[in-house]
C-alpha cells in the first residue's frame, strides 16, 4: 500500500487541479509535493497528470490510481474507527439465549475463548425453551439467540443457519466407530438413548425409525442432552443428536459422531438470530463471530 502522506498528496492535486493549491490546502512546500509525484510516476512508467497551462488533469492512469487511492483512505477510516471501538471495550455484557445441549458445550467453551482475549466483557448465557428465546432476543432482553429449529419470526434477523442433523452418538470404543455412517438398522440392536416427548428431537428420531421401518423400544429417555451424551460415553448406548451438541466432547475425544447414511433423520436447522431491525453492538457483535467461528469449526 502507498504511503499514506503520498495519498493526500496525490488526493489533494487531483481535487486541486494544481501541486501550488494543494500544497496550501496541506501547508506543505509545493517542490516536496512535486518531488513525489515525479517520483511516483517513475515508478510507475506512466504520468499521472497532463501538465496544462492552466493546472492538471488526471491522465487515465493517474484516474485509476485516484480510485485506488480513494477506497485505501476510505478503507483506512474505517479500520482506524474500529480500533477506536476495541479501545472502547472495557466494559459491558453480551447476553445469549440459548438451550440446554448447547449451554452446556459450544457456548461455554466459546465464552471463555472470547473472554480471555476481552476480560472486561461478561458473557451471559441463559437457558430456555424455543419461545422464550425467540421472546428474550425479540424483546430486547437477550441480544442472541441460538436454537434449534427456530421458527421464521418478523421479529427477529438470522445471522446464520446451520444444517445439524441427527446422527448416531457413540463412545470411541463402541462397536460401530470403525465406519463413519451407518444404516439406521445398525443401531437398532444396541441400547438406545432418546429424547423424550418434551423435546423436538424425540419425533425427529422416532420418525426416522418408523419410516426405516424399525419397530424399537429405547432404552432411556431423558430430556437431557448432558444425560444422553453420559449415557453415550459410558458404554454401548447410541444417543442421536447433532455435531453442535458433542462438540467438545469430540474435540476431547469423549463421543464420536456417526453420520445415519439412508437420510432418514428428518431436518435439523441451528439457528443464531437476533433482534430484527437492530444492530448488534460491538461486544455482541465480536461475540456472534466467535460463536460462527465455533460452529463452523465443530463441523469441518
Not at 154 to 173: E, F, K
Not at 256 to 282: A, E, F, P, T
Request: hydrophobic share 45%; glycine share 6%.
Amino acid at each position: 500500500m502507498l504511503h499514506s502522506r503520498l495519498l493526500r498528496y496525490l488526493d489533494e492535486v487531483a481535487r486541486c487541479g494544481s501541486i501550488r493549491g494543494a500544497a496550501e490546502r496541506l501547508n506543505v512546500a509545493s517542490s516536496a509535493i512535486n518531488r513525489h509525484v515525479l517520483q511516483l510516476e517513475e515508478s510507475i512508467g506512466e504520468p499521472l497528470f497532463e501538465r496544462l497551462p492552466r493546472g492538471l488533469r488526471l491522465t487515465p492512469a493517474g484516474e485509476v490510481l485516484l480510485a485506488h487511492i480513494r477506497r485505501t483512505m476510505q478503507e483506512y477510516s474505517q479500520v482506524e474507527a474500529e480500533i477506536r471501538d476495541l479501545k472502547g471495550l472495557q466494559s459491558g455484557e453480551v447476553i445469549i439465549a440459548t438451550m440446554n445441549g448447547l449451554a452446556g458445550g459450544i457456548i461455554p467453551q466459546t465464552a471463555a475463548t472470547f473472554c480471555a482475549r476481552h476480560p472486561n466483557i461478561k458473557i451471559s448465557i441463559r437457558v430456555m425453551f424455543i419461545r422464550d428465546i425467540i421472546a428474550a432476543v425479540a424483546d430486547g432482553e437477550a441480544d442472541l439467540g441460538l436454537a434449534f429449529n427456530l421458527p421464521d419470526t418478523p421479529q427477529l434477523d438470522t445471522l446464520a443457519r446451520m444444517d445439524a442433523r441427527l446422527g448416531a452418538v457413540v463412545a470411541p470404543g463402541h462397536a460401530l466407530t470403525s465406519m463413519s455412517s451407518i444404516p439406521l438398522a445398525f443401531c437398532a440392536p444396541y441400547p438406545l438413548i432418546f429424547a423424550d416427548r418434551t423435546m423436538l428431537i424425540h419425533d425427529i428420531v422416532t420418525d426416522a425409525f418408523a419410516q426405516a421401518g424399525l419397530d424399537v423400544e429405547p432404552t432411556f429417555l431423558t430430556n437431557s442432552i448432558e444425560s444422553m451424551k453420559w449415557l453415550a460415553a459410558s458404554g454401548e448406548a447410541i444417543a442421536f443428536l447433532s455435531k453442535f451438541d458433542i462438540a467438545e466432547e469430540h474435540r476431547n475425544g469423549l463421543l464420536n459422531y456417526l453420520q445415519i447414511r439412508d437420510r432418514v433423520m428428518g431436518k435439523n436447522v441451528l439457528s443464531l438470530v437476533q433482534r430484527g431491525k437492530r444492530n448488534l453492538g460491538l461486544a455482541a457483535s465480536m461475540f456472534a463471530e466467535e460463536v460462527l467461528r465455533s460452529l463452523r469449526a465443530a463441523v469441518e
